[in-house]
Each structure stands twice: as C-alpha cells, then as structure tokens.
C-alpha cells in the first residue's frame, strides 16, 4: 500500500482491509511512521511515540477489534498508557512516565486501534490554541503560519496532514470542534455523559471524543468505546426526515465591537442553504445568552479547575512545584481560582443550569441549532500571545499575589474578551452538556478551512451523527486535503 491509498481510506475502511487480510496491521504502522517522519518537524502535532512498542504488537497479530490495526494517537491530557510519558502540555509533568492504561486508553486498544503516540497540547488543555513553552506550539498543515486550533490541535494536525486517520480528543469549551473547524475535519463533542471521563473537569464540561476525517469513523468510534452498535445503526437508518433548523451569525460580544468574520458568517448561509435543498427548514434565532455568561459563569468554573489541575501538577512534583513550572497565565487563572468560594462557584454551576433551560426551550421549536463554530478563520500562531508589557505584569502579579491589580486595570477582562471574540459559540455546548459538531462546510477567503457548528438537543446525538452524514454526502469533504 502506498501513502496516497492509505490517506484515500478512512478508519473505517483500514479495518476492513485489516479484517480481510489485504493489508496488515505492521504495513499500516510503518505508513502511519514514514508519514510522522516526514511532516512532523513542520507541525509539532505529534510530541511522544512508542514506535517499538507497537511495533512489538502489530507484529504477526491477529485482527482484533472494530479498528483492528489502524493506527492511532492519544491526545497528551491525563490519558495514560502504560511505560510512556504524559505531557500535558506543561513543564510540571516532564519526567512523568504513566504506569497504567487509563480506562478510555483500555477501551481503544482493545478495539484494535495501534497507539504509538500522543499529540500536542496547550498546557493542561486551558486553550483555544495549541502553544505550550514546554515543546512549542502545534501548526496547521493547512498553513503552518496558522494554529491548528486547541486544546486537540495536535490531534487535528495529525489527522489533517494523513499521520492517521483518526486520533482522540476531548473538549471542554469547544477543544474537539475548534481544531476540527480549523483543521478541515468532522468533530463531534458527544452529549455529556455518553462517554465516561477519567477525571470530571471544568464542571462536567468536559468530554471525551476524537477528530476524524468521517462522520462514519466518529460514530464507530463512540460504539467502540462506549461498547455499543448504536451510532453505527443510527447511520444505517439513513438520513433524518426534514428537520427544523434555527440559527445565528450575530456575535454575543457584539457591543464590545466584535463581529463575525464574513468567511465564518458565509460559510454558514452556504450550509444553511444545502439544508433547504436537503428540504429542512431554516429559520433565524435569537440568542438566549449574553456576553456575560463567558466571564461571569463560564470563566469560574475554569479558574476553579485550573487549581485542582495544579494541585495535580504539585502530586506528580512530590510537592515541589514552582512558579516555572507552569506557564504565567496557568499561574494567573489558579490565582483567580483561589479567590473563588464554594459559594460561588456552585453560583455560577447554578447558572450553567438556568442557561441549559433556555437553550433547552429552542429545541422546543427546533431539532437543530447552527452557528459559526469560530468567529473568525484560523488564527495565526503568536495571535492571542499577550503583548511584553502585559505578560511581564501578569508573571510579576502571579508570582506576587497581586492579582486584584490585575482586575482594577481591566486586564483580565481585556484577556478574556480577546478569547472569546474567537471562540463565542462553543462553550454553550459544554455549559448545557448537549452534542455539538463542527462541519468542514466553509473555506477562508485565503484558502483555509472553516467549520459550520451544528447543535441537538441533549441525548439527541444519533440525531445529529445522522444529519451530519447526510451533509457530507451531499457535500463530500473526504477528499480535501492540505498539500503537505
């Protein structure tokens, strides 16, 4: 098998050839590695491999599993895998050497998927973009000057540029769907719940999921894992009579000035205009949020839980951890996190749930919601860097304590307004714990790719796997791939 036909199969089908003994599971390795070997110096998608490791397992094995023999690579965030080490994108884990197989790590490989590495992440995955100090940040093959998107961007650039054809993610405010909108892949955060998480973050935002080239590989993947056969089934059963279908391209932050970019907005009405060819309706919404629930509710829960992960960080130390040993803005949002009372964080939890009821009444009148995945095109690498002045003040006022200066100035709002101008759409998803998928639907004025986001009621995931499928037969992605 060359390259060329390797890249021209999903998961999907490797497993067959795998099953049908046209290909075996050490072929598809050495593919996956010569491809690793070739285009990971320009991409940092790919941190840490286990190449003799799963050399020694593909050798002469017999097909096993769903995915047998498909290679495959874990995303660096608190998925262990016995006798290699685990990142998390930051300094504070770098002698770390897991002794275990995470649960969710058992139940890929027993699916038959061939793990010889994990992907690059932003430091204990806080990011939309993947930029850690410890190994540099991640590129898109799209475009190395630009971000592959985060916290799975390592994943995403991996599956982009063909290392393999599927690799897992997980997202807690929109880290499956960013670097599949940024990245030219399908993403699917599941309902939460639907796969059960190692450690319960940021809330019960967070879960776990993969990035794929195809809907069909998402949903074998989710049956795998959670050991079922019924998003497989679902896809079976063909596409979904005419669905109602609400959407939005105003921008929450709209009075600070933020727009959507005409790429993202355009990407949008496009799709939404094969909806109506597909014979769906399509009807304009009303946001039921505002901008303050980024910094008033999302935000807290986030601090809350950046202390818990450096709480982490000082366990795996011994408790020695210093100040350079996370990153200043890790510091800074553990520091907010700290000021934080249970009172107040159950507060702001509170409100999540208060958010999932008005949400929750739109699907009174829709199946579906659509909306931008990003309010813009894929960001460049260093874009969202704080400029010398404003990350000297935010290393001395963590180090020292003197957080509340940072908050008199405005500085921390300025810092999340700059985030969330970026990513406005999908941390409604984890605050609500309904399915979201980002769609390779739009292309950027300058060539990129951009992700429509499409989002069900809660539990309605075999609903959307089955929309999503249909989309992508009537406007097949599979075969958009970056020149590498």
Not at 300 to 324: D, H, N, W
Not at 383 to 408: C, D, H, K
């Amino acid at each position: 098998m060359t390259f060329e036909e390797y890249r021209s199969h999903d998961a999907t089908d490797l497993a067959g050839l795998v099953q049908a003994r046209e290909v075996s599971p050490a072929e598809l390795l050495e593919l996956a590695v010569d491809r690793y070997e070739a285009v990971n110096k320009s991409l940092n998608a790919v941190v840490t491999t286990r190449l003799s490791e799963a050399r020694r397992e593909v050798e002469g094995c017999e097909p096993w599993g769903a995915f047998s023999g498909v290679p495959f690579l874990l995303k660096d965030l608190m998925l262990e895998i016995g006798g290699s080490p685990m990142g998390c994108g930051s300094r504070s884990y770098r002698d770390y050497v897991s002794t275990h197989d995470s649960p969710l790590v058992k139940k890929i490989r027993s699916a038959g998927f061939t793990v010889f590495g994990k992907t690059n992440v932003p430091e204990f995955g806080i990011t939309p973009y993947t930029e850690p100090k410890t190994v540099g940040p991640a590129r898109n093959p799209w475009n190395t000057a630009h971000t592959p998107g985060g916290s799975s961007g390592g994943s995403a650039a991996a599956v982009a540029a063909g290392i393999v054809p599927m690799a897992s993610a997980s997202d807690g405010g929109g880290s499956i769907r960013i670097p599949a909108s940024n990245c030219g892949l399908f993403g699917l955060k599941p309902s939460r719940g639907r796969i059960p998480v190692d450690q319960d973050g940021w809330g019960g935002g967070v879960v776990e999921g993969c990035v794929s080239r195809s809907v069909r590989d998402t949903a074998a993947y989710l049956d795998a894992v959670i050991g079922t056969r019924s998003f497989v089934s679902a896809l079976a059963s063909g596409p979904p009579k005419a669905l109602r279908i609400g959407f939005s391209t105003a921008h929450p932050l709209y009075e600070s000035g933020c727009k959507v970019h005409p790429d993202c907005e355009n990407a949008v009405l496009s799709a939404l205009k094969l909806c109506e060819s597909l014979g769906h309706r399509v009807e304009e919404v009303q946001l039921p949020w505002d901008a303050d629930v980024y910094e008033n509710d999302f935000l807290p829960v986030l601090f809350v839980s950046t202390v818990a992960e450096i709480e982490q960080a000082r366990r795996v130390l011994g408790g020695r951890l210093r100040a350079r040993d996370v990153e200043a803005n890790t510091l800074l949002m553990s520091k907010l996190g700290e000021r934080i009372d249970q009172h107040a964080y159950e507060q702001a939890l509170d409100r999540w749930q208060r958010l999932s009821r008005r949400v929750g009444a739109l699907y009174d009148q829709y199946d579906l919601l659509c909306f931008p995945t990003l309010a813009d095109p894929p960001a460049r690498v260093g874009q969202f860097a704080s400029p010398p002045l404003e990350a000297a003040s935010i290393r001395v006022a963590s180090r020292l304590g003197l957080v509340r200066t940072l908050e008199r100035f405005g500085l921390i709002g300025e810092i999340a307004r700059r985030v969330f101008a970026y990513m406005p759409f999908t941390p409604i998803a984890n605050m609500t714990g309904v399915p979201a998928a980002s769609l390779p639907l739009g292309t950027s004025s300058d060539g990129l790719p951009v992700g429509v986001q499409f989002m069900a009621a809660a539990g309605a995931d075999e609903l959307l796997l089955r929309f999503s499928a249909h989309m992508e037969s009537a406007a097949p992605w599979f075969a958009r791939v970056p020149e590498l």
